[in-house]
Structure formats: C-alpha cells, structure tokens
C-alpha cells in the first residue's frame, strides 16, 4: 500500500498550504514501512513572510518546535511545491 502523508499549514482547507509531503510504502500486513520521499515545500522566502502565512498559533508553535518552519523558509532545505509533485509522480 501506499500512503501519503501531508503537514498543512492550517487546519482550515481553504487556507491551508501543503508544508511537508512524504510517501510511504507498506507491506501488505502493514508491518514493513518504506519511506519513499519526505520533502518540505517553500512557502516563503523569510521567517516573516511565513507569518503571515502561517497563521494558525497551534500550527505556528508546532513548526517552530519541530524546525519545519526553518526548513520552510531555507531553499537549500526544501523545494517548490510543482518540483516536489513532478517528484513525487514520476
């Protein structure tokens, strides 16, 4: 099976931007677990900027935390979000 994991930058769908994308792999008795890809997208080009993006605080706080939100913002460390789906699909 396939699985598709995605970090949103808000838990409203009709804000929300995809912030990391990763694909996973399982064994049919779902014991087995292939990490296929794993990408941070861009969604700006300085902490600032992502603020007013990210606007949710629980989301923010979660970010920070966990350094997703450095990632974001460094484009050495992530990836536009059409370089990560033409990735992703072929």
């Not at 990391?20 to 087995?32: F, P, T, W």
């Not at 900027?49 to 484009?75: H, Q, S």
Request: hydrophobic share 40%.
């Amino acid at each position: 099976m396939c699985f598709l994991d995605i970090e949103m930058t808000d838990p409203d769908p009709r804000k929300a931007r995809i912030a990391e994308i990763a694909v996973y792999l399982l064994s049919g008795d779902l014991r087995q677990q292939y990490r296929v890809a794993s990408m941070v997208i861009t969604n700006a080009v300085s902490s600032e900027a992502l603020e007013a993006i990210v606007t949710n605080d629980y989301v923010k706080a979660r970010f920070k935390k966990n350094g997703l939100w450095e990632e974001m913002c460094d484009p050495n460390r992530s990836r536009e979000l059409q370089e990560a789906e033409a990735l992703i699909i072929c």
